[in-house]
């Protein structure tokens, strides 16, 4: 109650269980709070995770499935990735999962991921954006 925590509630609840499982008694006397980076936007970083993906550096189902799953990441990010993909392939998110080097038995997966843990997008105002830019 002493500190100030500029992240998301997401954020603070995985603080709060880190301090749970590193407390040596019954009261918790210590959360580590992690310092965050001012200097990179949340729109800096979904690109990097776009580049770092689409560059075969990073595999999907590590870097964002399972960190959505621990609770590493926020459901805005994975949205925010989902829209910057989107922009990026006119969308499709056929053309998204193959940048991603997701296999074609992956795909169903991928998109299963997204609808469950509503991050799927309506690909149609993409593809409407894309077809009036000349």
Known sequence: MTQTFPGNVRELQNAIERAFFLAKGTIITDVPLEPHAEAVSSSDEVQSWFRE????RKDFWSAVHNRYKR???SREKVVALVDFG????QGSYKTMASMFRLKEKEYRRFMDFL???NCLLDFRPYRKAASNTP
Request: aromatic share 0%; hydrophobic share 30%.
């Open 53 to 56: 993906l689409a560059d075969g």
């Open 115 to 117: 609808r469950r843990n």
């Open 86 to 89: 989107l922009r990026s392939t």
């Open 71 to 73: 609770r590493d990441i």
